[in-house]
Nanobody, 114 residues
Framework: QVQLVESGGGLVQAGESLRLSCTSS?????WGWYRQAPGKQRELVAI???????TYADSVKGRFTVSREDAKNEVYLQMNTLKPEDTAVYFC???????????WGQGTLVTVSS
């Protein structure tokens, strides 16, 4: 069983930045960040692919950046130029290699005020 723990959420004003972190108890091959705004379905923010590729949602392209530090079993989400519509609970997603099992963090709340 892999456990994922997010940190770094909080309240910021529009235009400011936040950096989310996610630490895994085990080795992760595919990392992802998702978010769920109030009254909405969970949506993909970004996900890593093979060869170091990263796919971003159109709504965050150019503002959010994912990075990973495999030696620490950690992934980060740098969020710049935040907008009120980025307000959501952000979830870390992880999938180890050679498995179809998926793991989720408990979520961290990001609130962007206008």
């Amino acid at each position: 069983q892999v456990q994922l723990v997010e940190s770094g959420g909080g309240l910021v004003q529009a235009g400011e930045s936040l950096r989310l972190s996610c630490t895994s108890s085990g080795r992760i091959f595919t990392w992802g960040w998702y978010r769920q705004a109030p009254g909405k379905q969970r949506e993909l923010v970004a996900i890593t692919g093979s060869g170091g590729s990263i796919t971003y949602a159109d709504s965050v392209k150019g503002r959010f950046t994912v990075s990973r530090e495999d030696a620490k079993n950690e992934v980060y989400l740098q969020m710049n130029t935040l907008k009120p519509e980025d307000t959501a609970v952000y979830f870390c997603y992880g999938r180890p290699l050679f498995t179809t099992r998926e793991f989720w963090g408990q979520g961290t709340l990001v609130t962007v005020s206008s």
